[in-house]
């Protein structure tokens, strides 16, 4: 990967780690904070949480195909703007409404299908599976920032005060799109030849998109469903409350980013992106196995962790990769739209999923509908084709 490749990455990658750390950090208080809210109800709380996922959803396609028109960078600062803009309504808010309100509003700054699509061009196919890969070990730090600093930071300023500094997170986003993104010029790309409707069919229409799309739905299903099962999991096997939960998540994560380095490594010189990602998702369902029936072992517990967090990185480094790989050149904002859109619906879908196996069945019915979906996907996956190798349009980063 060259300096300037590195360079957009991570510049990219930072974007979406402060906006996602924004995000992230609500999630463990978010709950006992709706209770004191006007017109809280335990229906109107999970709306609250999950309405940013589902505005996300629907609005990634069409941010996507704007940024093949208008250009990702323009596409990215507006985005972060609404999403700013909606964290100040929710840190205003003194109703469940206002907050379901200001919620919408941050899932309206749809900007992940213009990020994927910014790292495609910037970088070439051999080094893209890397450069998402430094994406996804972002978010995932993020993550666990996040569920660090959430708690600690309730006590602090209170969850408005999350919500303030969310927005002050897109605001650094915003400078960083402006000062450290480089521009990206596509020499031989002509968005004008193809009418939107024409991509957006184009894409829905390949097999192979459609695949990679229901994976990383599957992917965030399956993620969020878990995190309703994990903490009660550690509290019940280990004694750890939320609160210390991040000594446990800070050497799990580490152990699964090291592992994820060499499926890596394998899926990219050895060209082997079909097969590891079968048998990431194959070790993501053993792994929902594993915690299903770990019961008090403690060391089942940790191997299940480890192995699900592995898993989860494998994936999450490798779809991105291969919808920019297997998407016309063209249409690849369009592409990665619609596969932004599947990852919130997953989003929404595992959490309202989830919750809804959490009160029929407990921690078990949780993991029972995440192993489900692991299983579907598990299938679909053996179904793929191996990837095309598409000419890439010639790119070049233009000089500041």
Not at 178 to 194: G, K
Not at 339 to 368: E, K
Request: glycine share 12%; charged share 15%.
């Amino acid at each position: 990967m060259s300096a300037r490749e590195l360079r957009a990455t991570v510049s990219l990658a930072a974007i979406f780690a402060l906006r996602l750390l924004g995000l992230f950090m609500i999630y463990p208080v978010f709950a006992d904070y709706a209770r004191g809210l006007r017109g809280a109800s335990p229906l109107m709380t999970g709306m609250a949480l999950g309405a940013y996922g589902l505005t996300q959803g629907l609005l990634q396609i069409p941010m996507g195909l704007l940024s093949d028109r208008i250009g990702r960078k323009t596409v990215i600062g507006a985005g972060l703007a609404i999403f700013g803009f909606g964290s100040i309504v929710a840190a205003l808010a003194t109703s469940i409404e206002g907050v379901l309100l200001g919620r919408i509003l941050q899932g309206c700054g749809a900007v992940g299908s213009a990020i994927l699509a910014f790292v495609g061009d910037v970088t070439r196919e051999e080094v893209r599976t890397r450069a998402m890969a430094i994406v996804g070990a972002t978010i995932g730090l993020a993550f666990v920032l996040a569920i660090v600093a959430g708690p600690l930071l309730e006590g602090a300023i209170g969850v408005p005060g999350i919500f303030w500094l969310t927005a002050a997170l897109a605001v650094i986003g915003i400078a960083i799109v402006q000062e450290a993104v480089p521009t990206a010029v596509a020499i031989d790309r002509r968005p004008e030849a193809e009418p939107i409707a024409a991509l957006f069919s184009r894409v829905l229409r390949d097999g192979e998109l459609v695949r990679l799309d229901f994976g990383i739905f599957a992917l965030h299903a399956v993620l969020t469903a878990s995190f309703l099962a994990v903490p009660q999991l550690l509290a019940g096997t280990l004694g750890i409350a939320s609160d210390d939960a991040w000594k446990l998540y800070l050497p799990v994560l580490a152990g699964s980013v090291a592992l994820m380095v060499p499926a890596i490594l394998v899926a990219e010189k050895g060209k082997r992106m079909k097969e590891v990602l079968f048998g990431a998702v194959a070790l993501l369902t053993a792994s929902l196995l594993v915690l299903a029936v770990a019961g008090g072992v403690v060391a089942a517990l940790l191997a299940g962790l480890v192995a699900f967090f592995t898993a989860f990185n494998v994936s999450e480094a490798m779809l991105p990769s291969l919808v920019t790989k297997t998407a016309p050149a063209e249409a690849k904002g369009t592409a990665t739209g619609v596969y932004s859109s599947a990852q919130f619906l997953g989003i929404f879908v595992g959490g309202a999923g989830g919750g809804a196996a959490l009160a029929l069945g407990g921690v078990t019915g949780v993991l029972a509908f995440a192993l489900a979906v692991a299983l579907l996907w598990l299938g679909v996956v053996g179904t793929m084709r191996p990837t095309p190798r598409r000419a890439a349009p010639a790119v070049r980063i233009a000089e500041r």
